[in-house]
T-cell receptor, first 109, second 115 residues
Framework: AQRVTQPEKLLSVFKGAPVELKCNYS??????LFWYVQYSRQRLQLLLR??SRESIKGFTADLNKGETSFHLKKPFAQEEDSAMYYCALKVSGNTPLVFGKGTRLSVIA | ETGVTQSPTHLIKTRGQQVTLRCSSQ?????VSWYQQALGQGPQFIFQYYREEENGRGNFPPRFSGLQFPNYSSELNVNALELDDSALYLCASSPGRGVYTGELFFGEGSRLTVL
C-alpha cells in the first residue's frame, strides 16, 4: 500500500533561517505529490502540488523519484509560516489522497 | 463563493450510539469526500460521493455510511460507536465529477468524542 512518511513531528527554526520539511513516499510508479497546510484556527488547505512547479508563499518542493521524496523548502522562514504541514500522495488511476502524519513548523522570532 | 461547511463542530456520544455529521459542499462542487483524522495522525480517507452514490471507499467498516443529496450536500453516519471513533471528521469537496483529485477544499471538521 502507498505510504507517506513525514519523519519530524515538530520542526522549530528561527525567523530568517532556511526551512526544509521532509516527505518520503512509497510507490514505484509516477505519483502526484501535494503539500497541504493548516494555520492556527483555519481549515486544511492546499499549499502546492508538484505538477505546478510553482512557488507559493516562498515555498517550493521538488519531486525526487530516485529518493522518493518531496521535501518542502523555503529559504527564509517567517513567523506566519508557523503551521501544521501535511504531505499527500495520489497514485495513478482513480484513487484518493494518502496523507502523512504531518509536521508542525514553529518559527521563532 | 461559499466554502465547505460542517455541522456540528463538536459533539460527545457514548459507546454504541449512532451519530450523523453533515456537510455542505463548496458552491459549484459536485463531489464530496470524508476523512477521519485521529489525534496526531493525518487525514484518512473514508469514502467519496458523486451523484448521490458512493464511488470509492477506504478501509472502514460498513457501520460507516453516507449519503449525498441532490444539492451535493452530504452526511456521514456512524453506527455502534466505538471509543476509537473519537476523531476529527473532515469533509472535502471538489469539482471533480467523481474523479479523485488532489485538490480538495476542506471544511473545518466535526470533532467527535466517544465516551
Amino acid at each position: 500500500a502507498q505510504r507517506v512518511t513525514q519523519p519530524e513531528k515538530l520542526l522549530s527554526v528561527f525567523k530568517g533561517a532556511p526551512v526544509e520539511l521532509k516527505c518520503n513516499y512509497s510507490y514505484s510508479g509516477s505519483p502526484e505529490l501535494f503539500w497541504y497546510v493548516q494555520y492556527s484556527r483555519q481549515r486544511l488547505q492546499l499549499l502546492l502540488r508538484h505538477i505546478s512547479r510553482e512557488s507559493i508563499k516562498g515555498f517550493t518542493a521538488d519531486l525526487n523519484k530516485g529518493e522518493t521524496s518531496f521535501h518542502l523548502k523555503k529559504p527564509f522562514a517567517q513567523e506566519e509560516d508557523s503551521a501544521m504541514y501535511y504531505c499527500a500522495l495520489k497514485v495513478s488511476g482513480n484513487t484518493p489522497l494518502v496523507f502523512g502524519k504531518g509536521t508542525r513548523l514553529s518559527v521563532i522570532a | 463563493e461559499t466554502g465547505v461547511t460542517q455541522s456540528p463542530t463538536h459533539l460527545i456520544k457514548t459507546r454504541g450510539q449512532q451519530v450523523t455529521l453533515r456537510c455542505s459542499s463548496q458552491s459549484g462542487h459536485n463531489t464530496v469526500s470524508w476523512y477521519q483524522q485521529a489525534l496526531g495522525q493525518g487525514p484518512q480517507f473514508i469514502f467519496q460521493y458523486y451523484r448521490e452514490e458512493e464511488n470509492g471507499r477506504g478501509n472502514f467498516p460498513p457501520r460507516f455510511s453516507g449519503l449525498q443529496f441532490p444539492n451535493y450536500s452530504s452526511e456521514l453516519n456512524v453506527n455502534a460507536l466505538e471509543l476509537d471513533d473519537s476523531a476529527l471528521y473532515l469533509c472535502a469537496s471538489s469539482p471533480g465529477r467523481g474523479v479523485y483529485t488532489g485538490e480538495l477544499f476542506f471544511g473545518e471538521g466535526s470533532r467527535l468524542t466517544v465516551l
